[in-house]
């Protein structure tokens, strides 16, 4: 069954496409002080690499997905008619750092570059993004079971289970 989650329109617009083109014209900026020879020659470079990154993640590399798509055998990030499609297959890294408290997450599929394989998904700009975030942290369990963000959860869920039994309730005054 394929879910389909799609970011806020209006949230997108401001987020990625504005920021884009301000990025845009801050490399045109940058690029004529670099060539009139300004002053603060060095200064103008280093922002245009800033800006030209920022071109690059936002409009060239699909760094901030405008739908995702996770159906039972593949996942897809997908803006301004392109897709990343990834069979789970195909699926040998599929890492994710989370931001609890800004409901944020970094994702890196596979071999990541900067054109690939890299996604940046504030979840609250999502529609129903409770499960998104849910079926993201399953496709991380699947791919990677053994790692110790895994273990520990596991462990966590075993001592609430226990903590509800009462399974550590002792005698009075021994351990």
């Known amino acids: 069954m394929s879910k389909e989650y799609v970011f806020d329109k209006k949230m997108f617009l401001i ?27 060095y200064l103008w470079m280093f922002i245009c690499f800033i800006s030209a990154y920022t071109i690059i993640t936002n ?14 055998d593949k996942i897809s990030f997908s803006a301004f008619h392109k897709s ?3 069979s789970r297959n195909e699926l040998k890294v599929f890492k994710i750092k989370e931001q609890q408290l800004a409901k944020r997450m970094y994702i890196r599929v596979n071999n990541s570059s900067i054109f690939r394989g890299r996604y940046w998904i504030d979840l609250k700009a999502y529609n129903n993004y409770e499960d998104l975030e849910k079926k993201l942290l399953e496709i991380e369990e699947i791919v990677h079971p053994n790692s110790l963000k ?13 903590r509800k039994n009462n399974v550590w309730k002792t005698k009075k005054g021994s351990y």
């Open 15 to 41: 987020r990625v496409i504005y920021a884009g083109f301000l990025a845009l014209i801050v490399f045109v900026f940058g690029i004529y002080n670099v060539l009139i020879g300004s002053s603060m020659k």
């Open 59 to 72: 409009f060239i590399a699909i760094s901030y997905p405008e739908k995702i798509t996770i159906d039972d």
């Open 84 to 86: 990343h499609v990834y």
């Open 150 to 162: 895994f273990i520990i959860k596991n462990n966590n869920e075993l001592h609430v289970e226990r």
